[in-house]
């Protein structure tokens, strides 16, 4: 399968801990994207990286959360201090390029936060 | 910033007969428009979309949108539905990187 994979792909944890989620894009996409999605909603943006470089961030992202992506390959996205409002699935999105193309999403990571 | 919205929460039809899922968007210049379908447990899936050219774009499944720039619409149609086509449809917006969603729209095709 040459898709985007997540895992883990559920995680429960209790409030006030640290959880690390990890996305592996399609090998020949550059731009990586992740974002969150809560019962009843669309998916909402979080996080966009073009190769190893973070370029945009939203100010859903607070600082409890951070993400990388070291040698433009897998990403990893942290929260630290879990709280009850994080439980959400966490998405996480490639592409070839921004603009008209399309981006493919993987499975998601569903956290549970208790 | 660019939007959509979904205006229905849920759509029900029977097995054989025409669907249609709605969408408008808000925009400022030229719009990249988007579907999505998401099944139970997994992540979405890209339908089609609308860069450019022609106002009836086909996709993946059957699946075909209408843009409609005087109305601000991209509806997304099929000319027979599928019991397995039911699942969640989202309606995106390209806004600058990131993809900007609409509620989405559940879809029951009842047999």
Same mark, same amino acid.
């Given at each position: 399968?040459?898709?985007? &994979?997540?895992?883990? /792909?559920?995680?429960?944890?209790?409030?006030?801990?640290? +959880?690390? =989620? /990890?996305?592996?894009?399609? @090998?020949?996409?550059?731009?990586?994207?992740?974002?969150?999605?809560? #019962?009843?909603?669309?998916?909402? =943006? #979080?996080?966009?990286?073009?190769?190893?470089?973070?370029?945009?961030? @939203?100010? #859903?992202? @607070?600082?409890?959360? &951070? $993400?990388?992506?070291?040698?433009? &390959? =897998?990403?990893?996205?942290?929260?630290? /201090?879990?709280?009850?409002?994080?439980? $959400?699935?966490?998405?996480?999105? &490639?592409?070839?390029?921004?603009?008209?193309?399309?981006?493919? =999403?993987?499975?998601?990571?569903? #956290?549970? +936060?208790? | *910033?660019?939007?959509?919205?979904? !205006?229905?929460?849920?759509?029900?039809? *029977?097995?054989?007969?025409?669907?249609?899922?709605?969408?408008?968007?808000?925009?400022?210049?030229?719009?990249?428009?988007?579907?999505?379908?998401?099944?139970?447990?997994?992540?979405?899936?890209?339908?089609?979309?609308?860069?450019?050219?022609?106002?009836?774009? %086909?996709?993946?499944?059957?699946?075909?949108?209408?843009?409609? %720039?005087?109305?601000?619409?991209?509806?997304?149609? %099929?000319?027979? *539905?599928?019991?397995?086509?039911?699942?969640?449809?989202?309606? *995106?917006?390209?806004?600058?990187?990131?993809?900007?969603?609409?509620?989405?729209?559940?879809?029951?095709? %009842? !047999?």
């Amino acid at each position: 399968d040459t898709g985007v &994979s997540q895992n883990p /792909r559920h995680k429960i944890t209790k409030r006030g801990q640290n +959880v690390t =989620f /990890r996305c592996d894009p399609i @090998s020949e996409h550059n731009r990586l994207y992740w974002y969150r999605q809560t #019962l009843g909603q669309g998916p909402e =943006f #979080l996080t966009y990286f073009q190769n190893e470089a973070q370029l945009e961030k @939203s100010r #859903l992202l @607070s600082d409890r959360f &951070s $993400a990388e992506r070291p040698k433009g &390959s =897998f990403s990893t996205l942290e929260i630290q /201090r879990t709280e009850q409002g994080d439980s $959400a699935m966490y998405l996480c999105a &490639s592409s070839a390029g921004t603009g008209e193309h399309e981006q493919y =999403f993987g499975p998601g990571t569903r #956290l549970t +936060v208790t | *910033a660019q939007s959509v919205a979904q !205006p229905e929460d849920q759509v029900n039809v *029977a097995e054989g007969n025409p669907l249609t899922v709605k969408c408008t968007y808000s925009v400022s210049g030229n719009p990249y428009l988007f579907w999505y379908v998401q099944y139970p447990n997994r992540g979405l899936q890209f339908l089609l979309k609308y860069i450019t050219g022609d106002n009836l774009v %086909k996709g993946s499944y059957g699946f075909e949108a209408e843009f409609n %720039k005087s109305q601000t619409s991209f509806h997304l149609k %099929k000319p027979s *539905a599928l019991v397995s086509d039911s699942a969640l449809y989202f309606c *995106a917006v390209r806004d600058t990187l990131a993809m900007r969603f609409g509620a989405g729209t559940r879809l029951t095709v %009842k !047999p």
